[in-house]
């Protein structure tokens, strides 16, 4: 399987990170907005070999992780590439993320993606900031221009919010989740399908089955 699945930590995931990983996630998210750093320290310390993304939106909480071992840090809405710098020479063995989340992030992007190890389109936050309609033209450039300066590009927010209380994705879920593998998106990140939700280690099952019948697919529509 190409494409990542990234779970995010919560409530209803809270004792089932091994299970989560069985089932196909590759990355365990831990979002620091509802997490404190001593929080994220006894997780991480719990699974010493899982690959953790912290999510940071509070860049205060920048020196008190510093110390931490994980592997991705995302930076929500990432704007200047200068504050991207200067957070790559703190975490220089870390995989930095910019989140696109408002429209100076889309302005930006081509600078962004030049100084960025990834790129997260964070469509929840970024539908709130700019006109919902404009999201999916935003997500299909945005993921065509990290293909090209083949950096990862990562699709998030509401990919199956069925599966928050049901037990199968809708059918346009399961066409958002394909459409984004087929533009060229390298993960896919499920938020409160695996925190909060009711089937966390089944949401990911469903991921992964629609992923590996897309990636059947893809050299057909190169």
Do not use: W
């Amino acid at each position: 399987m190409r494409t990542k699945i990234i779970a995010t930590y919560g409530p209803s995931s809270k004792n089932l990170i091994p299970e989560l990983l069985k089932a196909g996630a590759s990355i365990i998210r831990l979002n620091t907005k509802y997490i404190s750093p001593r929080q994220v320290q006894n997780i991480i310390q719990r699974h010493p070999k899982t690959s953790f993304m912290l999510d940071i939106k509070d860049r205060n909480l920048l020196q008190k992780i510093s110390h931490l071992k994980f592997k991705y840090l995302a930076i929500s809405f990432a704007e200047s590439e200068k504050e991207i710098i200067q957070i790559k020479e703190m975490f220089p063995k870390q995989i930095i993320i910019s989140k696109i989340e408002n429209q100076k992030g889309v302005d930006n992007i081509n600078k962004l993606i030049k100084v960025s190890d990834g790129i997260m389109i964070a469509r929840g936050d970024l539908g709130k900031s700019i006109q919902f309609q404009k999201v999916p033209m935003i997500q299909k450039s945005i993921t065509k221009k990290c293909n090209k300066a083949k950096i990862f590009s990562i699709t998030a927010t509401e990919m199956m919010p069925s599966m928050i209380s049901y037990v199968r994705p809708s059918r346009a879920e399961t066409a958002d989740i394909a459409n984004a593998i087929l533009e060229g998106s390298e993960a896919l990140m499920l938020s409160e399908e695996t925190a909060i939700g009711k089937y966390p280690v089944l949401a990911i099952k469903m991921m992964k089955t629609i992923i590996l019948e897309t990636e059947k697919h893809i050299k057909e529509f190169k």
